[in-house]
């Protein structure tokens, strides 16, 4: 089982970027497709980006798509989100989410290994 730590969260001003990044042990990390999720109070959990065990492909809602960037590192064992021009309605906490991936399609569902979640708060 993948242990995951995130880190960069914060608080934002709408318009401004941040990144956020998370380290992954205790497996192979290139078994794994990994992935970032939210959760905004009183909502439901909302599938934010994907990548594929290579990097190559990548995967984002209408929501995020065009303002979100992820990225990981094979070598460092990192998976990245980069956030740029935040709106107040992006505020939540934020999941770095992993799933085995050998033989597995790129999608948003499945995701099994959670990390404990980063604050971002974007003020208006």
């Known amino acids: 089982q993948v242990q995951l730590v995130e880190s960069g969260g914060g608080l934002v001003q709408a318009g401004g970027s941040l990144r956020l990044s998370c380290a992954a042990s205790?497996?192979?990390?290139?078994?794994?497709?990994m992935g970032w999720f939210r959760q905004a109070p009183g909502k439901e959990r909302e599938f934010v980006a994907a990548?594929?065990?290579?990097?190559?492909?990548?995967m984002y809602p209408d929501s995020v798509k065009g303002r979100f960037t992820i990225a990981r590192d094979n070598a460092k064992d990192t998976v990245g989100l980069q956030m740029n021009s935040l709106k107040p309605e992006d505020t939540a906490v934020y999941y770095c989410?992993?799933?085995?991936?050998?033989?597995?399609?790129?999608?948003?569902?499945?995701?099994?290994?959670w990390g404990q979640g980063t604050q971002v708060t974007v003020s208006s």
């Open positions: 990548i594929s065990r290579s990097g190559s492909s990548t």
């Open positions: 989410a992993a799933k085995l991936g050998i033989g597995q399609a790129l999608s948003d569902t499945g995701f099994r290994s």
């Open positions: 205790g497996s192979t990390f290139t078994n794994y497709i």
